[in-house]
């Protein structure tokens, strides 16, 4: 288990009457790639946005690095970087001019890290040319430029591959895949393509309507995720009696529509098959079922979920 | 705070709104030409041009505000891009006095430059003259800068409430315009004069040329202005608008700090 690094403590931000988050706790430990998961208006870029001190929280407190008062935040935000919702830039400045300005604002002397970061995400031939003429994949490289700027200990990143094409998208997964490896970057990141993320990240963290519904590992997800036997007979209850009588230590779950999802059994189907024939149940439904990280976030969220994109082409059009 | 001063003054330099002020300041500060034409200027001591830009001059600083110093701290609120610097670990405090002290710097030092350097360049040419009293135009332009510090403080305020530099500009612009009216009525219509009043005052009352008179020197007729303000007058307008500006910075200051950054 790596070192904490941010902590929340019952973290609320309301607005007049409305809660945008409300009791949110997490920690987020070195060396992670955390996604943050949920709907649109879920509340994860409030939650971005009181780790970066845009937003005060109405209730709660966060702690980075272990400090929690105002100006020790500003002092442990100066070990991380931030790309929130559309990229900031200035759209009269160029590429390079947009980067400058950071430059000076964190105080870096090298001025030859605009070139690097320019070169790093693919943009060291538009460089001159204003950042207004871009298109939203430029616009986002742009935006992880700026983040990259510092060689920051943590990045956080909304939406970072929205509007890029698959190519980008496939670049800067593995450019953040490395930053993590290389450079123990610790990346917080929240993204529609699920698919995506779930090349990317080590542990999920699920929002809905403002509060934490899971917090979970990767491994987990995985292990969440396995392949398993869907079972739906006559008589659901007397299926799982006899699959019990049957096999030892049977992993097992019932599904809200009373039908059993089995664990471990699916190179013994005949078996299984068999044994319920045997006992007199009819079975109704049979089959193998493999969840992935959108049909969980589905399963998980219900309704809540139809707007989260399943693929990488669904955000092309935004 | 040195670091935020440095990013926003080289994004100042790159704004075309900022060569849009200095350039439209020299334009006004050349209308004397048209007055007396380029032959007339061979005669126009800087006394004299001192006098017949007042009028203008005395408005520049408003106008100079509205523009410049709506956008400096405007602009970054309105692209959202001043986010980066709490982002950065910058304390709002930091990122709000760096915007302050660069809109004084950027809009007195503009005004000052509009305003010296034609009168400037003239004196050298043609000399001062003797139509009017070097020391009196002087404190006359004093007055003017402190208007200037208390416009530009109001212009801070309105646009660190609207967020938007073309919003903060137009409404400081529009209240300060329209903050001159009851005034001029007043002074016209029954010859009040609300000294230090509102920001718009003392840069009104500066421009108004009160006495005149001629004299003959050397067998040539020469107008004299008397253009002397009284000590009390210059201590109120030098000390008004300074603890007012305070309290514009103050508040804004107080608005930004406890707002969400959107």
Known sequence: MGKVIIETNNLGKQYGKQFAIKNVDFKIEEGMICGLIGPNGAGKTTIMKILGGLNIPTEGNVSIYGKNTEKGLAESRKRMSFMIETPYIKSRMSAYENLEKQRLQKGIPNPERVEEVLKLVGLENVGKKAAGNFSLGMKQRLGIAISLLSKPEIMVMDEPINGLDPEGIVEIRNLLLKLNKEEHITIIISSHILSELSLLCTDYIFINKGTIRQSITAQELENNCKESLIIHTDNDEKALAILQEKFENLEFDVNDNGSLKIFGLLDNIREVSKSLYEGGVIPLELRIQEANLEEYYMNMSGDDGATVKTDATADDNK | ?262
């Open chain 2, 1 to 262: 705070m040195i670091n935020i001063i440095k990013a926003v003054n080289y994004q100042i330099k790159r704004d075309i709104t900022t060569y849009i002020a200095i350039g439209g300041g020299l334009l006004i500060a050349l209308l004397p030409i048209l007055e007396y034409g380029v032959d007339g200027l061979k005669e126009l001591n800087g006394g004299m041009y001192a006098m017949s830009y007042l009028s203008v001059m005395m408005f520049i600083p408003y106008v100079m505000s509205c523009l410049i110093g709506a956008c400096i701290i405007g602009k970054d609120m309105g692209d959202k891009t001043i986010n980066y610097e709490i982002l950065a670990g910058h304390s709002r405090m930091d990122a709000f006095l760096a915007r302050v002290i660069l809109a004084f710097v950027w809009d007195i030092g503009l005004c000052i430059l509009v305003s010296a350097l034609p009168i400037g360049v003239v004196t050298l040419v043609n000399g001062w003259g003797n139509n009017v009293a070097f020391a009196d135009m002087a404190a006359r332009y004093i007055v003017n800068i402190t208007s200037a510090f208390r416009i530009n403080a109001f212009v801070i305020l309105i646009t660190m409430i609207v967020r938007h530099p073309a919003a903060g500009g137009f409404i400081s612009y529009g209240v300060l315009n329209a903050s001159m009216l009851p005034l001029l009525v007043l002074s016209e219509t029954m010859d009040i004069k609300l000294y230090h009043s509102v920001a718009m005052a003392d840069i009104l009352y500066m421009s108004f040329i009160s006495n005149m008179r001629q004299i003959v020197e050397n067998g040539e007729k020469i107008t004299v202005y008397d253009m002397a303000i009284s000590n009390s007058f210059l201590i109120g307008a030098i000390i008004v608008p300074i603890v007012v500006s305070v309290v514009y910075v103050v508040l804004a200051c107080m608005i930004f700090k406890k707002r969400d950054l959107k």
